[in-house]
């Protein structure tokens, strides 16, 4: 008797791209200012912005306007008005990183949000109110006191 055992390969789902490994969380938690993109990675700072939905939408919308000014004080300005493209890039891969890190963390902690959904949560419509015990208030956080902030945020 002879019997053919066929071998199923277990075939995991994609891995959300906002969703956040666990590497990389210990990367943002030990940052203590930006840093560059890793060697090899020549994407331009729009082209970040293009590939990443949290980041893309959080700066189509007004989200951005209580807070744009002081996140470039901690990752860097992304925006034209800094005339280095390398600069831009890296401010836009610190921008991204720490949107993405800030959606993985634990709605248990922050109450007004839901985690892992692609959006910094808390925000008014306005973009000039926040929620507070939200995402939108410890990116606020962030882009006052730096990445000290994100350092003890169970994800």
Known sequence: MCTSVTSAVLRLPPIPPHYIRAAEQKQ????????????????????????????????????????GDDLKLQVGDWTNANPDPEARADAAYNLDKVLRFIDNVDDQTLHASVSRNGYIDGFSD??????????????????????????????
């Open 126 to 155: 306005s973009g000039y109110a926040r929620v507070e015990n939200s995402e939108a208030s410890l990116l606020r956080r962030f882009s006052w006191y730096g990445y000290e902030e994100l350092r003890n945020q169970p994800t």
């Open 28 to 67: 943002v938690r030990e940052m203590t200012g930006p840093v560059s993109r890793p060697a090899g990675d020549h994407r331009s700072a729009q082209r970040i912005i293009e590939q990443s939905l949290i980041t893309r939408r959080f700066l189509d919308g007004r989200d951005h306007y209580q807070v």
